[in-house]
T-cell receptor, first 112, second 112 residues
Framework: NAGVTQTPKFQVLKTGQSMTLQCAQDMNHNSMYWYRQDPGMGLRLIYYSASEGTTDKGEVPNGYNVSRLNKREFSLRLESAAPSQTSVYFC???????????FGPGTRLTVT | QKEVEQNSGPLSVPEGAIASLNCTYS??????FFWYRQYSGKSPELIMSIYSNGDKEDGRFTAQLNKASQYVSLLIRDSQPSDSATYLC????????????FGAGTTVTVRA
């Protein structure tokens, strides 16, 4: 039982490049989330998926897109990376929307 | 006004002492409250959830909730060096469509 897994662990992009962050959970959770964490800002919700087939914007969705591929997988795409997107990205999942959330190990992204 | 506020610390306590962390929130009708522990460079780990007024104990951790005063606290008894981490308070509110709002965290250092 791996919990929530994320790939890659580290990534460096140049401004304007695109990439997709992958997330998968094996806990049969219904809801999945993408957060970013910046120093002094706390965790901020980018997008979430309350259940398979649905996605909704969070607090800071600009510059990102998501796909809920199936119940297990939820990906985050940066279409044209900007230095302001340098951050640590966490995927999380929960059985019920916005209740106990379990986090993946994170992806450290640097955009130069 | 931030939705969830925590003292950033650092809170330094000697080994064996009680560490007391506080969190206040602005949404009066918030219903669910969570404490996460985050070690440096790692992802948040859920350690406590509390939904009703009063105390909830789990091992060396006690969460205390007072909805009338809009605060939730976390006590760590018999603090150990392994408790040195940043503790995040999260609140599920009503005003932001029941999304989780995270505080910026309190850093705790336990001195051996």
């Amino acid at each position: 039982n791996a919990g929530v897994t994320q790939t890659p662990k580290f990534q460096v992009l140049k401004t304007g490049q695109s990439m997709t962050l992958q997330c998968a959970q094996d806990m049969n959770h219904n809801s999945m989330y993408w957060y970013r964490q910046d120093p002094g800002m706390g965790l901020r919700l980018i997008y979430y998926s309350a259940s398979e087939g649905t996605t909704d914007k969070g607090e800071v969705p600009n510059g990102y897109n998501v796909s809920r591929l199936n119940k297990r997988e939820f990906s985050l795409r940066l279409e044209s990376a900007a230095p302001s997107q340098t951050s640590v990205y966490f995927c999380a999942s929960s059985m019920r929307t916005y209740y106990e959330q379990y986090f993946g190990p994170g992806t450290r992204l640097t955009v130069t | 006004q931030k939705e969830v506020e925590q003292n950033s610390g650092p809170l330094s306590v000697p080994e064996g002492a009680i560490a007391s962390l506080n969190c206040t929130y602005s949404d009066r009708v918030s219903q669910s409250f969570f404490w996460y522990r985050q070690y440096s460079g790692k992802s948040p780990e859920l350690i406590m959830s509390i939904y009703s007024n009063g105390d909830k104990e789990d091992g060396r951790f006690t969460a205390q909730l007072n909805k009338a005063s809009q605060y939730v606290s976390l006590l760590i008894r018999d603090s150990q060096p392994s408790d040195s981490a940043t503790y995040l308070c999260a609140v599920r509110g009503f005003s932001n469509d029941y999304k989780l709002s995270f505080g910026a965290g309190t850093t705790v250092t336990v001195r051996a």
